[in-house]
Each structure stands twice: as structure tokens, then as C-alpha cells.
């Protein structure tokens, strides 16, 4: 079942005469599904040495299994009411869509279209060219995933294979597990019968319990439930920037420690004196018997992140967040004394032109809603150099106090003032009582194997916080202006040479 939470853009230029004080948006665009990616040559599965190559990377989502084992999932009632007229609504503006292309083609290969995150078909500048000549309907869906990323989206918006991706990262039999390097809290790499890699990170926290008032930002615990939520969050944002995510009850026994080769790992297990299988492996923080993770008796809540390409094949490049906290206990950053720091930003490539500013508030604004602090570093891939999207990596931090609302995460957007059209829509959509965050959010999560994801307090604290990026968004304008604040990137593909293109404008 095709999984349309992350409505089309168009469902909003559908309602601009709602949403604007006039019916002509300037836009005829609208979209129409992805197509299914396109033969390559004879059927049959490529062989383990070819997927191995083909495989995984850094700490993000890749799994698989071939689309046709998705199960079709029961609807959940009255509560998708207002999701089916979301997908309502894009359907519509399915019909219209016009089409332009993408300029970067790979050499000598078949490229399948997608659709970018305003509506226009573009044509993959795929990660990497297969091997071998294969049916792509015979590749495992954590590779037809990756084959599907572009220079505007990890996904488009109706890829089926993301919902059969989701359904492998549950299902598929662990074959091994390792600890993974670097990072301060234990996390591993799975990897899946169909030679897929996913990253577990396992429950610290029950879903009733907050960040202790005491604790720093940097010294947080990485929740599951908060990598899950952020992926659903996204997509109901229609960015399509973090890895598909899933929930997964983990047998520690069968599924971790029998199946393990790291020696180091094996050696932390032990069983409690309540006769619960316990482990904690090696990290910079809560790595001891003290804050071992246990099971019931060895069953343990986690979330599967598929991995990315092989950095090998698809090279990702790291940036310093211009808005990055101290990670001090008593310093403060220059962002958070200087007020007009976003002018010193603005002069500073790749931020001077492009879409680079826009895609950082974006990721603010997707930070405010999760209460998200930890976002010190940012990642894009390299091969699109500096016109592409940044990867939202590494959300285990978000949703940590639905009682708090830590209003510093929106100073990139105070100072700055820009945004998107297309996000400044969308967000004016999910304030509507029809549309309403929260509501989108439940319906999401209840598809997910873990759910409840979220109590309603965290719920109920995005529809607030909406609100107030909206309240920032209309001081903004006031003070500035809809046509200075409000970047229109619903006219078509402009480039950053465009007068009324680019960050960079003053």
C-alpha cells in the first residue's frame, strides 16, 4: 500500500486561494506518481558479491526485500480521515503536472524519472550504476532505494518502495550484528538476510519520561521512539530528507548476541539479577552496567535506520552548522550574543547564493518542532555539490520535552528571515483544524510496529510550536516584507542565478 502522508506540494498550490488572498499562484504544475524504476536488462537477482559492493552506508537506512512482499496494512478507521483528503487532494493536482528535466544524467545508463519536491519530473543522477544486467524490480529494496535518491530528495513523494523498505527493516532476518564507531552512545549495524544494513538504536527512555531538567543538550539520551517520529515528521513536511525508519522488537538473544562477531559487544552480556538479558557495549556515554540495556526477559524496543549508499559510491560531505551550540556548559556560540550574525552567514558560500539558506531553515524549523538542540553538523552528497538538499541525519535527540519549548532553536529563522514558499505553505496547511500536525502525525505513527510512537503531550506540543514558527514567519513579513521574507519556489526550476533567486538577495 502506497503510504501518501508526505502529500504533493500541489495539494497546497490547490489551496492557494485559500491560503493567499488570490486564486492565481503562478503555478500550473502539478504531479503525477513516480514511475516504477525502469528495466535493466534481463531478471534475476544480482549476486551476494554484487550487493555487498552495492551496499551500505554510514549511520542511515537501507534495507530490503522485493516490493511485491509488501502487505497490504489494515486501515485504521476514522482516524485517517484527514490523511485520505491529503492524498485526495494530490491526486488531483496529479493530473496537471507539467514536466522538465534535470540536467545531471549519469553516462550510459538508464535513469528512472522521480518527481522533485515541487512537483517536476527530473531524471535520477543515480548514486551508481548497477551491476550486471538486472530487472530493477529484481534488486532488494534497500538498493532500489538507494538508486532512487536524487539531487532534490532522498524519495519521491509516492515511491512504493519506501513503504516495502519500512516493512523489510521489520521483518527481515538479522544475519549479524556489529557495534558502530564513533558517536557517544551505543548504536549497531545491523545486517539483513537480503544483505540490507540498517542502524539500532535501542530504547533508553519509556515514551512517559522527559530529559531530566539537569541535563545538557550534549549529554541527552538518543531515543528510538524520537528517530521514528522524525522520519514520519518529515515526510508529513514533504521534505523526504531523513532515511526510512521503522520501530522493531529485537530478540537480544537470537537476534544480537548469537549472531554477533564482535567480540567486544559478546563480552557486555549478562543476565540481571531479575533474570532479564542484559548488554551494554562501548560508547563514550552510558556504556556500563549501570545503564546496560535489559530486556523482558531479552525482548528490547529499537529503531532501524536504513543505511545510505556506501560512502565509497556515494560520497557525503560534512558541514559545520553556522547556528551550532557551543557544547559548552557555560559558554555561549556567537549566534547567541550577535543578532545580526545571519548577514555574516549570508556573505559566507555556499550560504551567499543557492538554496543552502533555505535548506537550513527548513531544518530549523523541522528542529523546533522535534525540540531537537543537537544539531552541530550537517551532511549533502557530495556528487551534487552545492545545489542539493541536506541529508536530516541523527534525530535521536528530538522529542525529549513536550512540556518545554526551547524557542533558541528558531533563532536561525528569527535572524535570517527566509523561507520557502512551498514549506511556508505547507506549514499554514498542517495549523488548519482539517490538516492539523498533530492529527497527521498520529495517523502516521500508528502504522508503525512500535506504536503508540508518541504520547499526546509531544503531539499536542508540535501543533503549539507550529504556531509560533508561524507567529515568527508573520513578524518577519511585517518587518520586511512577503516578497523579501518568502522565497517563491513554486515558479519552476529558476536556477540560482535568478534575480529573485537565492539566499544571498538583499
Given at each position: 500500500m502506497v503510504f501518501l502522508i508526505a502529500c504533493s506540494m500541489h495539494i497546497m498550490i490547490d489551496l492557494l486561494p485559500k491560503l493567499e488572498r488570490h486564486s492565481n499562484s503562478g503555478c500550473s504544475c502539478s504531479h503525477t506518481p513516480s514511475e516504477e524504476p525502469q528495466s535493466w536488462g534481463k531478471q534475476g537477482w544480482p549476486n551476494k558479491h554484487t550487493l555487498r559492493i552495492l551496499q551500505d552506508f554510514s549511520n542511515e537506512p537501507s534495507s530490503n526485500v522485493s516490493s511485491h512482499s509488501l502487505e497490504r496494512i489494515p486501515a485504521t478507521g476514522d482516524k485517517t480521515q484527514a490523511l485520505r483528503r491529503l492524498e485526495h487532494l494530490g491526486q488531483r493536482g496529479d493530473r496537471k503536472r507539467q514536466f522538465i528535466q534535470d540536467a545531471t544524467v549519469t553516462k550510459n545508463m538508464p535513469i528512472p524519472a522521480t518527481s522533485d519536491r515541487r512537483g517536476h519530473t527530473v531524471q535520477r543522477s543515480g548514486m551508481f550504476s548497477p551491476m550486471g544486467e538486472l530487472t530493477a524490480d529484481s534488486y532488494p529494496n534497500w538498493l532500489r532505494f538507494h538508486i532512487g535518491i536524487n539531487r532534490h530528495e532522498l524519495y519521491s513523494r509516492h515511491n512504493p518502495v519506501i513503504e516495502a523498505l519500512l516493512k523489510d527493516l521489520v521483518i527481515q532476518k538479522i544475519t549479524s550484528v556489529a557495534m558502530k564507531s564513533g558517536g557517544t552512545q551505543?548504536?549497531?549495524?545491523?545486517?539483513?538476510?537480503?544483505?540490507?544494513?540498517?542502524?539500532?538504536?535501542?530504547?533508553?527512555?519509556?515514551?512517559?519520561?522527559?530529559?531530566?531538567?539537569?541535563?545538557?543538550?550534549?549529554?541527552?539520551?538518543?531515543?528510538?521512539?524520537?528517530?521514528?517520529?522524525?522520519?514520519?515528521?518529515?515526510?508529513?513536511?514533504?521534505?523526504?530528507?531523513?532515511?526510512?525508519?521503522?520501530?522493531?522488537?529485537?530478540?537480544?538473544?537470537?537476534e544480537i548476541r548469537d549472531v554477533t562477531r564482535d567480540k567486544k559487544l559478546w563480552r557486555t552480556f549478562f543476565i540481571s539479577p531479575a533474570n532479564n538479558v542484559c548488554f551494554y557495549g562501548e560508547c563514550s556515554y552510558y556504556c556500563s552496567t549501570e545503564h546496560a540495556l535489559c530486556g523482558k526477559p531479552d525482548q528490547i524496543e529499537g529503531s532501524l535506520a536504513a543505511f545510505l549508499p556506501d560512502l565509497a559510491l556515494a560520497k557525503r560531505k560534512t558541514w559545520r552548522n553556522p547556528w551550532r551550540r557551543s557544547y559548552h556548559k557555560r559558554k555561549k556560540a556567537e549566534w547567541e550574543v550577535d543578532p545580526d550574525y545571519c548577514e555574516e552567514v549570508k556573505q559566507t558560500p555556499p550560504y551567499d547564493s543557492g538554496t543552502r539558506l533555505l535548506d537550513v531553515m527548513d531544518m530549523t524549523i523541522f528542529d523546533f518542532l522535534m525540540g531537537n538542540m543537537d544539531r552541530h553538523h550537517y551532511e549533502t552528497f557530495e556528487k551534487f555539490g552545492n545545489e542539493t538538499f541536506i541529508i536530516h541525519l541523527d534525530n535521536g535527540r528530538g522529542f525529549g520535552k513536550h512540556s518545554h519549548d526551547e524557542t533558541s532553536i528558531l533563532v536561525p529563522l528569527s535572524q535570517c528571515c527566509r523561507v520557502r514558499k512551498s514549506t511556508h505553505l505547507r506549514l499554514q496547511l498542517l495549523a488548519k483544524e482539517e490538516y492539523k500536525l498533530s492529527t497527521l502525525m498520529a495517523e502516521s505513527l500508528v502504522r508503525d510496529r512500535l506504536s503508540p510512537i508518541l504520547i499526546q503531550p509531544h503531539l499536542e506540543a508540535m501543533d503549539r510550536r507550529l504556531r509560533q514558527v508561524l507567529n515568527v514567519l508573520t513578524e518577519c513579513i511585517e518587518k520586511e516584507g512577503y516578497s523579501y521574507v518568502v522565497e517563491d519556489d513554486l515558479q519552476g526550476d529558476q536556477g540560482s542565478d535568478h534575480p529573485h533567486n537565492g539566499p544571498g538577495r538583499r
Open positions: 551505543l548504536k549497531l549495524i545491523m545486517t539483513f538476510q537480503n544483505y540490507g544494513q540498517a542502524l539500532f538504536k535501542p530504547m533508553k527512555q519509556t515514551r512517559e519520561q522527559e530529559t531530566p531538567p539537569d541535563f545538557f543538550y550534549f549529554s541527552d539520551f538518543e531515543r528510538h521512539n524520537a528517530e521514528i517520529a522524525a522520519f514520519h515528521l518529515d515526510r508529513i513536511l514533504d521534505f523526504r530528507r531523513v532515511p526510512p525508519v521503522a520501530g522493531r522488537l529485537v530478540n537480544m538473544t537470537k
